[in-house]
């Protein structure tokens, strides 16, 4: 049997504020396989974001073992997580990120530039009209629609070809009709590039296409 792509082992992530410290998640123990599609729901509080944080070193974990494709990302400082996920991640959050005085064609190709891909301008290109925007590739984030601003972070994740997509709640800002494209877009990167897909949702709909489905409840996983 092959190794997971991602294996936590009695994960936990405690955060201090001004109340004291928080416990976020307990004990969290999961694995996710090469190729699987992993939806992670649960009620608002309940964890999945810092779960998919966690999973995508932007978050370092109080305790426990966090290994993705074979690595140990707790031993990982900053700079090296960066790299290790430009390489080998694409993420996706339900705010769009993009960089507002760069263009379409620009915030997808920025990425494959900083990796040193001398085809980050073809490869952007391509994967943009793959998600319909062939005739926006020049306007800017303010002179697109949330749904178009959606499509450019999805292609931004999916244009190095990334082993894993990580996706934050990407239809939550979105009307139902501009998020059921794009949750037919998450998937379709996810059978072209034959990425690892996990996926943070409330969409009921959505989560049914996963694989699998892990409900947390207060930090934990609900049995």
Known sequence: MTSPVIS?????????????????????????QKGETLGLIGPSGSGKSSLLMIMAGLENASSGDVSVMGNDLTTMNEDQMARFRRDHMGVVFQSFHLIPTMTALE?????????GDREAFSKAEA????VG???????YPAQ???GEQQRVA????AAPRPEILLADEPTGNLDSKNGQA???MLFDLRDRHG????LVTHDKDLAARCDRIIQLSDGKIDA
Request: net charge negative; hydrophobic share 45%.
């Open 195 to 198: 990425s690892t897909l996990v």
């Open 107 to 115: 915030n997808v190709a920025t990425p494959l530039e900083l990796a």
């Open 8 to 32: 936590l082992n009695d994960m936990n992530l405690t955060l201090s504020g001004n109340a004291g410290s928080v416990d976020i998640l307990k004990g969290i123990s999961l694995t996710v």
């Open 127 to 130: 994967e943009l009209r793959a």
């Open 133 to 139: 925007l062939g005739e926006r590739l020049d306007h």
């Open 144 to 146: 697109l629609s949330g």
């Open 182 to 184: 794009i949750m037919e």
């Open 154 to 157: 999805l292609a931004r994740a």
